[in-house]
Nanobody
Framework: QLQLVESGGGLVQPGGSLRLSCAAS????????IGWFRQAPGKEREGVSC????????NYADSVKGRFTISRDNAKNTVYLQMNSLKPEDTAVYYC??????????????WGQGTQVTVTS
């Protein structure tokens, strides 16, 4: 069974940076699309970014475009989310998830437990 574990969250000031990691175990990530999602208190979960299995295709929510970068290292079975120029509205629990379909029609069925990101001065 594919298991995903997020790490790298924390407390950061506005304008700061964090890099989240999504490490997989149980299966190789080579054939999986990976998405990053976030959920802020009182809000619905939203998609942040998605990367294809070969890293040839990525997409981003408009709210993070130009500030966040998704990448993957299949040799390390890990996907990353580099977050720069963080804003207070980026505060949320961030989750990674895996799917077997392309990003545009992915049905994410393996989820990590989440990592908290708090942006505050």
């Amino acid at each position: 069974q594919l298991q995903l574990v997020e790490s790298g969250g924390g407390l950061v000031q506005p304008g700061g940076s964090l890099r989240l990691s999504c490490a997989a175990s149980g299966y190789t990530l080579d054939y999986y699309v990976i998405g990053w999602f976030r959920q802020a208190p009182g809000k619905e979960r939203e998609g942040v970014s998605c990367i294809s299995s070969d890293a040839g295709s990525t997409n981003y929510a408009d709210s993070v475009k130009g500030r966040f970068t998704i990448s993957r290292d299949n040799a390390k079975n890990t996907v990353y989310l580099q977050m720069n120029s963080l804003k207070p509205e980026d505060t949320a629990v961030y989750y990674c998830a895996a799917a077997s379909q392309p990003c545009y029609r992915a049905k994410f069925d393996s989820w990590g437990q989440g990592t908290q990101v708090t942006v505050t001065s």
